[in-house]
């Protein structure tokens, strides 16, 4: 530990003019201590790192530093053609692979005017309603292991793991799956994926109730989790948060809901919210959805509509292997597409989904080129972490653990 | 209190209840997991029944690549030398392991269904010059009843560089 005197910012310009702003007064007498929490450190979830000013196990003050991981996605998106920079959609947020192929190519079609026919719609549902307890399952068991509730975590791993295989079944990948493209799916589903999904919707609400009797009534978690970091749902708003974390504040609001996109208007669930606004309730809810998510996905299996998968509009989506030896207009497609891309209408769109951790966004500006202009994310990731200063004032040091835990940021998300 | 204890040890009937249960790990390397059908692994340049490579050497999979994996040089085919149908051949097939992001772009856009990606996952090497893999190291092995290339043939059979294909399943 070292006092803010020798203490070297490797933020900024080395000094410690551009930081005062940022600490306590006390923390330039040398009364508290400055304390760096990573960015190697197993309980931020990533690299993240957390400067806090400490006054004994009171955190007084707690400065994100974030870009650790910062790949340049965005940029590196504008230097590769449409269809080749989805590849890196996938590696934003790790745990939402789909649900960022998705947004994605919503984009696109919104841009291009793309058709998806329903079949592929009712599929990019359930794979992404999969993907969100996946999602979830990865949140509670790390959220639970820094709690130190170990075998919660081994659980939920072992209920990850099904659905990894089945994106596996579909994609070939398990987690960097490029599934979902522009103008409908990369292929259309298995045969033996019905059943898998069944299987695993069958036996998944009992594993969440194996969940629960570990944790929902569980004395240690409750005290570690009631009544910390509260945020009242003004403050929420203020600060741009989304997603389960919001609902938690008692804001009933869900993209599914308020625009809904690949047909989800067809289907019938609750948005879970609650009102304490606490890490308890965070955790309530995100369990919720999980059920609510079983839901979704079983009303789409049930009407999942036959019929193509991609769309027929040859301008934007390469044609059937079979039509290649017969068809000389196909090959120059096929050859047209997989080198030059298609170059979709000047004219920029925003469109929003419901990631796991809020609304997951993607502004896109073509010049009308085959390389986008201008791609921007917006991650929820980002926009939830800026309350971890708000939250973790005045709570102990172990808090904050849960405090991290709570906003269930994924790194990749956080600096793209 | 006596809520508190029921409630641990309803925590605990859970935990003791899975311990009686079977493993659902596998003890890798020993035990492998079978991978599904589409599974995206390490390439193969694939080669008609009669042994001819199905790669034309039209540098598409390098041009779709994402990560600009892929090296092609092409050159051309004789009828003295043939190694594959229509007027080109690959000469030079790379394919840097450690560029690659297992997309399966290059699949997709081979007309020829020359490069497939496989089901071997484990891919390691020591140095970054053994990252590259080489045509010989991916052109699989001639199938029985099958010529090496390059092979001799008759002139004016092979014109045609994309065969009859079917939509893929798996
Ligand atoms: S799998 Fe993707 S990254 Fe790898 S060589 Fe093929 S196109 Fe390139
Ligand atoms: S593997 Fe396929 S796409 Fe690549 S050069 Fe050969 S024929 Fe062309």
Redesign the interface.
Known sequence: MTTMQEFEFPLMDGTLDGMTHLVSERAIEGDTVLLNMGPQHPSTHGVLRLLLELDGETVITCIPDVGFLHTGVEKNMEA?TY???E??SDRLDYLNNLGNNLVYCLAIEKLTGLDVPVRAQAIRVILVELQRISSHLVWLGTHALDLAAM?VFL?CF?ER?IIL?IF??????RM?T?YIRPGGL??DV?DEFEQAVRQFLEAFPERID?YE??LT???LFLQRTKGLGVMTQEDALRWGVTGPMLRASGLAHDLRIAQPYSGYEQYDFDIPTHTDGDTYARYVVRMEEMRQSIKIVQQALDKLPYGPVRSNNRKYV?P???E???SMEA?IH??KL??EGFTPPKGSVYVGVESPRGELGVYLESDGGPKPYRIHWRTPSFMNLQTLPMLAKGNLVADLVALIGTADIVLGDVDR | MAGIIGEILRGLSTTLHMAATKPVTIQYPEVKRPVRPRFKGRHHLMRYDNGMEKCIGCSLCSAACPADAIFVEAAENTDEERYSPGERYARVYEINMLRCIFCGYCEDACPTEAIVLGDNYELSFTDRRSSIYAKEMLLVPVDEGGKPTPQKVEPGIYTRSIPVMQDPKD
Do not use: C
């Open positions: 590769k269809i080749k920079a590849v890196m075998s659980y072992r793991e295989d596996e079944m579909v994609s070939g990948q960097m490029t990369w292929r298995p194996q009797s570990l009534k569980n004395p390469p059937p292997r079979s290649l030896s017969t090959v096929h050859f997989w080198t």
